[in-house]
Nanobody, 124 residues
């Protein structure tokens, strides 16, 4: 069964950090672009970062640039999203997704495989 599994979400205070992980089951992430998306209640899904696994090219949304860092671990075939300086407005369900491509982009409609999501809550 082909699936993505996110982990690492939780409750954190404003200014804190979390690291999300995205691991694949049943396939390898290597030929894919891996994107991170988030959706807050009542809001549209937002693409926040992506990485081309074959060459490491990255892209970030303006809302997270300078605070979030995407990276890959080839040995463990996992993609991470390090989130620093978290704000209450970062509260959302975070999803990772895979697109069989070599072009970095944050267009959710082109991502074919999605994880189940992990909740991130930023609150004091």
């Amino acid at each position: 069964q082909v699936q993505l599994v996110e982990s690492g979400g939780g409750l954190v205070q404003p200014g804190g950090s979390l690291r999300l992980s995205c691991a694949a089951s049943g396939f390898s992430l290597k030929p894919y672009v891996i994107g991170w998306f988030r959706q807050a209640p009542g809001k549209e899904r937002e693409g926040i970062s992506c990485i081309v696994n074959s060459d490491g090219r990255k892209d970030y949304a303006r809302s997270v640039k300078g605070r979030f860092t995407i990276s890959r671990d080839d040995d463990n075939d996992t993609v991470y999203l390090q989130m620093n300086s978290l704000k209450p407005e970062d509260t959302a369900v975070y999803y990772c997704a895979a697109d069989y491509s070599t072009i970095p982009h944050l267009l959710s409609r082109f991502y074919e495989i999605w994880g189940q999501g992990t909740q991130v809550t930023v609150s004091s």
